[in-house]
């Protein structure tokens, strides 16, 4: 079986796969305290159930990486990959600097570029709002990144005397009547607005129309307020990707 991490800042989200099904996935909290020991008590508690022969790794906490790859290798006696853009991608990196593509990122954009016609916009709500753009050839050319919406409701709170933190929730209407409902709808629906926004601009100098492929956690809240829905949600895409990757490299 196949192991699966996708090390995010906030959280880090673990795929089991035998051969091309997902059989579970389970998420973690991205503490960068934590011992490589504490980690490697967590995978095999986790993962005690499954035959781990191989495990492909996707990080963007740099402090995490090793101390990851290190604790799988351990618990599962085998040699983690862990991504980078000199793996072989199945993918043209089109940017003026290919390793400033997040791995992430790479991930979303081989897993769109195997189960989506192009071209394709990939947009993954996490603890930043990233879009991935893959061109008519599939080819990866670069996107839009913003933050995403725990970090825009952290900064209120922060940066204001008297701004709560509230969590990200539906909101009936775009004109809040309490403080927590105007926070609501400027996040929320802010984040809409912009993200469909955006979606016409790349499309616009793509010079068509794109398949649009929704990934991370609030995908589903934060389409409820786009006119132009989301073609497809799939929560697994940078697992998914992570699978095609291993493949290529194994």
Excluded: W
């Excluded at 980078?84 to 600097?97: E, P, R, V």
């Amino acid at each position: 079986m196949l192991l699966t991490l996708d090390i995010g800042n906030t959280n880090i989200t673990l795929g089991v796969f035998e051969e091309e099904s997902i059989l579970e996935t389970f998420r973690l909290a991205s503490d960068r305290e934590l011992p490589q020991e504490e980690y490697e008590i967590l995978l095999h508690s986790l993962l005690k159930k499954y035959d781990i022969r191989a495990c492909i790794i996707a990080s963007v906490v740099d402090e995490l990486s090793s101390v990851i790859k290190h604790a799988c290798d351990n618990v599962f006696h085998l040699n983690s990959i862990l991504l980078t853009s000199k793996l072989n991608l199945g993918i043209k990196i089109a940017l003026k600097n290919p390793k400033e593509a997040g791995a992430d990122r790479i991930a979303n954009a081989c897993g769109a570029y195997v189960l989506y016609s192009k071209p394709a916009i990939i947009i993954d709500l996490g603890t930043a709002t990233t879009f991935d753009i893959l061109d008519k050839s599939g080819n990866f050319i670069g996107g839009v990144i913003m933050p995403g919406l725990n970090l825009q409701f952290r900064a209120l709170n922060k940066s204001t005397s008297k701004l709560p933190r509230i969590e990200a929730d539906t909101v009936d209407n775009a004109i809040g009547n309490n403080t927590a409902d105007a926070i609501l709808s400027g996040v929320i629906r802010g984040s809409a607005c912009a993200i469909e926004g955006l979606i016409a601009q790349c499309e616009n100098e793509l010079g068509e129309k794109a398949v649009i492929i929704a990934t991370g956690g609030y995908s589903g809240l934060i389409s409820k307020y786009m006119n132009r829905r989301f073609d497809f949600v799939n929560p697994y895409l940078t697992l998914e990707g992570l699978r095609f990757l291993y493949e290529l490299n194994k």
